[in-house]
């Protein structure tokens, strides 16, 4: 199982960015996958979710309206469109998915929002 996340950068606040995620070893349409971020001295915070039940994606409150998270099945990637961006956005940003009894993550990429 891998998880590659790209597009990170230095953006200014009102700007936008899309973070991708290559996942290989596994199929991402057979499990919920999810982004989360983590600043420096903050909690670790998941703020967009897909799931395979089905229903409206996940959002964290502190993103919705403003961040979209999407998957494209053909390219085994999974998307998270950031737009309206914060400084608060500021972080690092990481997908995870959950296979059998253990949670997967990337490198992440950071988010500089300034």
């Known amino acids: 199982v891998q998880l590659v996340e790209s597009g990170g950068g230095l953006v200014k606040p009102g700007g936008s960015l899309r973070l991708s995620c290559a996942a290989s070893?596994?199929?991402?349409?057979?499990?919920?996958m999810s982004w989360v971020r983590q600043a420096p001295g903050k909690e670790r915070e998941a703020v967009a979710g897909?799931?395979?039940?089905?229903?409206?994606?996940y959002y964290a409150d502190s993103v919705k309206g403003r961040f979209t998270i999407s998957q494209d099945s053909a390219r085994n990637t999974v998307y998270l469109q950031m737009n309206s961006l914060k400084p608060e956005d500021t972080a690092m940003y990481y997908c995870?998915?959950?296979?059998?009894?253990?949670?997967?993550r990337g490198q992440g990429t950071q988010v500089t929002v300034s």
């Open positions: 995870a998915t959950l296979i059998g009894n253990s949670w997967y």
């Open positions: 897909l799931y395979l039940g089905g229903g409206s994606p």
């Open positions: 070893g596994f199929t991402i349409s057979s499990h919920d």
